[in-house]
C-alpha cells in the first residue's frame, strides 16, 4: 500500500512542478497582452506615456494617450501621473529628449531643463530642422504608443498589478492568486491519497479556506473574489480529496486483485 501511494504521490508532484516550470516558461517569452486596461510607459526619468483604459470613451481634453509626469509617491502606495503633453499619437525618444506628434502638432521635450516645458511645430518641415540643431537624428522615427509597450514587460506597463509577489517568474499578483488555488487543489488530491481512515472532506475544507485567505484576500488584494473563493474553494477542494481517495481506493484494489492472481 505505501510503495502504491508514493509512486501516486511522486506522479502527482513531478506533474504539478512540470506544469509550473512551463507556464513560467511561456510567461517569460511569451509577448505582453496589452489588453484594454490602463497602463503607463515610462520613457526617460519620471516622464512617460499614460494609456487611458480602451473601454471606456477618452476624454475630449486629454485622449486616450498622454505624455505625463510621474507624480507618485516615493513608496508607491498610490500611482499618480500628471498630464503634460494630452492626445498623444506618436512618440520617440533620443537620449533625454522626447519628442512626439499630438494634437496640437509636432513638439519636442527637452528633460534636461530644469522646469521643462514642450515646444510645438505646425509640420514636420519646420520641426525636423530643430532635431538637427539639437543634435538629434533629423530622420527619427515616431511610434504609436501601444507599439513601444509592446515591447515592454507586463510590471513596467502595470506596476499596480505586481505589489505583492513581485513579478516572481514573470506572473502578475493575479496569476500567482490562480496558481496558489491550483496547488491548492493538487494538496487537496494528494490529501485524498494518503488520508488514513474516513473521509478527508473536512481536512480539504479547511485548506480551501487557508487557501482563499491567501489567495484571495493577502495576494489579490480582496474584492469579490473574496467571497466567492469561501463559497466555492471549500466544495471543490472536498470533490479533489474525495477524488484522491477513491483514486487510492482503486489502485489498491486492483493491486490486491493483481497479487491473489499471482498466488493462485
Not at 500611482?79 to 499630438?102: D, H, M, Y
Amino acid at each position: 500500500m505505501n510503495a502504491i501511494l508514493f509512486r501516486m504521490l511522486r506522479t502527482t508532484a513531478v506533474s504539478l512542478l512540470v506544469m509550473i516550470t512551463a507556464l513560467a516558461g511561456a510567461a517569460r517569452a511569451a509577448q505582453p497582452d496589452l489588453g484594454e486596461e490602463n497602463y503607463q510607459l515610462p520613457l526617460v526619468g519620471r516622464y512617460g506615456v499614460c494609456r487611458g483604459d480602451a473601454r471606456s470613451t477618452p476624454s475630449g481634453d486629454s485622449g486616450m494617450y498622454q505624455l505625463a509626469e510621474d507624480s507618485s509617491p516615493a513608496d508607491r502606495a498610490y500611482w499618480s501621473w500628471s498630464t503634460v503633453i494630452p492626445k498623444l499619437e506618436q512618440v520617440a525618444v533620443s537620449g533625454p529628449v522626447i519628442v512626439g506628434k499630438a494634437g496640437h502638432g509636432y513638439f519636442v521635450f527637452d528633460t534636461r531643463q530644469p522646469d521643462p516645458t514642450p515646444r510645438f511645430f505646425d509640420s514636420p518641415e519646420s520641426w525636423r530642422p530643430t532635431l538637427r540643431a539639437m543634435g538629434l537624428p533629423g530622420d527619427l522615427q515616431l511610434a504609436n504608443p501601444d507599439a513601444l509597450a509592446a515591447t515592454r514587460p507586463g510590471m513596467v506597463l502595470r506596476p499596480w498589478n505586481y505589489r505583492i509577489v513581485h513579478g516572481l517568474l514573470g506572473y502578475s499578483d493575479e496569476e500567482w492568486s490562480a496558481i496558489v488555488q491550483l496547488v491548492g487543489l493538487a494538496i487537496a488530491f494528494l490529501i485524498g491519497l494518503g488520508w488514513p481512515r474516513g473521509s478527508p472532506a473536512a481536512a480539504a475544507a479547511v485548506l480551501g479556506v487557508v487557501v482563499n485567505i491567501v489567495a484571495h484576500l493577502f495576494i489579490a488584494g480582496g474584492g469579490p473574489g473574496v467571497v466567492l473563493g469561501l463559497l466555492f474553494l471549500p466544495f471543490l477542494y472536498c470533490a479533489a480529496a474525495i477524488l484522491g481517495r477513491g483514486c487510492y481506493r482503486l489502485a489498491a484494489r486492483r493491486r490486491a486483485q493483481s497479487t491473489v492472481i499471482r498466488s493462485m
